[in-house]
């Protein structure tokens, strides 16, 4: 089986003029599909580094990045957000969504950006909205929303283009524990149904809901 995800002897080091800043260093990593994956590590270990490198939003300075047994060493700024677009879907602690723009209307439009035709984009978004459980807040604007469910709009937004993988930042991390619980049964039903989720967090009780957990220090994996 070839996995979702490689990275490959993958090292980022910021010229920051005078010194330079190794924020991650070899890093091996492999991820199949169907996979619940917990990235773990406290501030400054480099999972945010390396996360934004998984989710191809910035480049190493060495290694590879190979998505679905494609190289995306090389590839344009176009191609990467291509591949963002259709192959990754992004989860953030502050949601990222357009705050006077309705939930059907954030969730379509990651589709804008696809090859799915425009007469599918509104069964496409109702179906996943309805995943979550959001079907009657359709018309509601995202600034009318509850955190809990923002975060719901933004699982949603993650999965409209049917991704190879989900990528969550602390996606709890703005919630109270019963709705950060809720949100984590979202990811937990998705996971059961074969979608492939990578969880970045610094929390180990939230790591606990993965099957595999990889742990970061000082920019390397040492677990």
Do not use: C
């Amino acid at each position: 089986m070839t996995p979702v995800l490689q990275a490959q002897n993958v090292s980022k080091i910021y010229d920051m003029g005078s010194t330079k800043i190794e924020a991650l260093m070899g890093i091996d990593i492999e991820i199949n599909k169907g996979e619940f994956v917990a990235i773990v590590g406290k501030s400054g270990s480099g999972k945010s580094t390396l996360m934004h490198i998984l989710g191809l939003l910035d480049t190493p300075t060495d290694g590879e990045i190979i998505l679905n047994g494609v190289n995306t060493k090389g590839m344009t700024e176009k191609q990467l957000a291509q591949v963002r677009n259709e192959e990754i879907g992004f989860v953030f602690q502050s949601f990222n969504l357009l705050q006077r723009t309705t939930v059907l209307d954030n969730v379509i439009l990651p589709l804008k950006y696809s090859k799915v035709p425009g007469s599918e984009w509104e069964r496409k978004a109702k179906e996943v909205i309805e995943i979550v459980g959001l079907q009657n807040r359709l018309k509601n604007k995202s600034n009318e929303l509850s955190g809990g469910q923002k975060q719901r709009v933004a699982i949603a937004r993650a999965m409209v283009n049917d991704p190879s993988m989900i990528l969550a930042d602390e996606p709890t991390g703005n919630l109270d524990t019963k709705t950060g619980d809720e949100i984590v049964n979202n990811f937990l039903k998705l996971n059961s149904q074969g979608k492939t989720i990578i969880l970045v967090t610094h929390d180990d009780d939230l790591a606990k809901i993965a099957q595999r957990k990889i742990v970061l220090k000082d920019g390397r994996i040492v677990k």
